[in-house]
C-alpha cells in the first residue's frame, strides 16, 4: 500500500518551489506574451517509459498559481506509463499553466524517476521473498516525497529520519565499546515502542546480537556466502536486512541469501529523472 502525503507537506513544498521561480517579478515572459483572458489547455506525457508518482505536487503547483485550472490525472501514482502516454490533462487560465508548467515537471519528473528505478530493482528480486527500501540518502527537504516515490515503484521504506527508530552503526559500536554495550544501553534508553537496529560487518558480531536480541540486524557489505551463514543463524528471529554498494547487477544474488530487506541508497541518491513533457494548446 502507498502511503497518502501529507496535504500540508505538499503545499508547503510547491509554494517554496513556486517562490523560488517567480521571484520578486513573477513571470515576466508570460505576463509580457499571454493576455490574462487567455484559456489554455494541456498535457502531461511520458518521453520514455516508467512509473507514475508525484501527482499531488503537480496539481498543487497549478491550482496554487490559480484555482481555476482544472486537473486531470489520466491513472495514478504507481501506474506503469509507456513513452507517449498521456499522464494528465490540464485546463484552465494559460498564465498559471505556463507559470506553474516548470515546478510541476521538476517534482514529477524527479518522483517518477525514484519510482521507476526502484520497480527495476524490485523486478530483480521478484522471485525472492526480499524487499528492496530506501536509506536517509535523500535530497535535503525532499525526504518524505522520495521515500513516498519509492512507495510507488514497489519498494519499501526504511527509516524517516533519526527520530523514528534506532540504528547503531558502526561509529555508534566504537565509541560505545562494542556491540553489547551499546545494545543494552539503547534497550535502556528507548521505551518499548522504539525499534532497535544494530549494523554488524562479521559474524561473530552477529553471534553477540543473538545472544543480546534485537529487532533488526543490518548485514553490512557481507558477501552472499556471510549473508547466506548470516540468515541461517538468525534463522528468523530477527529482520536481516543487507546493505552495502548492492547494484542491479548484484541485488539478485544478495536476496537469493534469504534475506528479509536490501537497502539501496541509490534509489534516492542516483536516480535519473524520467522525462516528462508538457504540451500546450490554446483555447
Known amino acids: 500500500m502507498i502511503f497518502d502525503l501529507s496535504p500540508i507537506l505538499i503545499d508547503d513544498a510547491v509554494r517554496a518551489a513556486l517562490a523560488e521561480d517567480l521571484g520578486r517579478a513573477g513571470d515576466v515572459t508570460t505576463q509580457a506574451t499571454i493576455p490574462a483572458s487567455a484559456n489554455a489547455r494541456a498535457v502531461i506525457a511520458a518521453r520514455e517509459a516508467g512509473v507514475v508518482a508525484g501527482l499531488a505536487l503537480a496539481r498543487a503547483a497549478f491550482a496554487q498559481m490559480d484555482s481555476n485550472v482544472a486537473f486531470e490525472a489520466w491513472g495514478e501514482d504507481g501506474a506503469r506509463v509507456e513513452t507517449g502516454e498521456i499522464v494528465a490533462r ?7 499553466i505556463l507559470s506553474a508548467e516548470r515546478v510541476a515537471l521538476n517534482f514529477m519528473g524527479r518522483l517518477c524517476g525514484i519510482a521507476s528505478l526502484t520497480a527495476t530493482y524490485a523486478a530483480r528480486i521478484a522471485h525472492t521473498k526480499a524487499k ?3 536509506t536517509r540518502k535523500t535530497t535535503p527537504l525532499m525526504r518524505a516525497f522520495e521515500k513516498y516515490a519509492v512507495r510507488c515503484g514497489g519498494g519499501a521504506n526504511h527509516r524517516f529520519g533519526l527520530d523514528d527508530a534506532v540504528l547503531i552503526k558502526d561509529n555508534h559500536i566504537a565509541v560505545a565499546g562494542g556491540v553489547v554495550p551499546a545494545l543494552r544501553a539503547a534497550k535502556a534508553f528507548v521505551g518499548h515502542l522504539v525499534k532497535i537496529e544494530i549494523e554488524v560487518d562479521r559474524l561473530d ?8 536480541g534485537v529487532d533488526a540486524v543490518l548485514l553490512d557489505n557481507m558477501p552472499p556466502d556471510d549473508l547466506r551463514k548470516a540468515t541461517e543463524m538468525v534463522a528468523g528471529r530477527m529482520i536481516c536486512e543487507a546493505s552495502g554498494g548492492v547494484t542491479l547487477e548484484t541485488i539478485a544474488a544478495v536476496a537469493e541469501t534469504g534475506v528479509d530487506l536490501i537497502s539501496v ?19
Open 265 to 283: 541508497g541509490a534509489l534516492t541518491h542516483s536516480a535519473r529523472v524520467l522525462d516528462l513533457g508538457l504540451d500546450i494548446a490554446i483555447a
Open 205 to 212: 558480531q552477529l553471534q553477540d546480537v543473538l545472544t543480546e
Open 90 to 96: 490540464i485546463e484552465g487560465p494559460a498564465r498559471a
Open 132 to 134: 528492496v527500501c530506501d
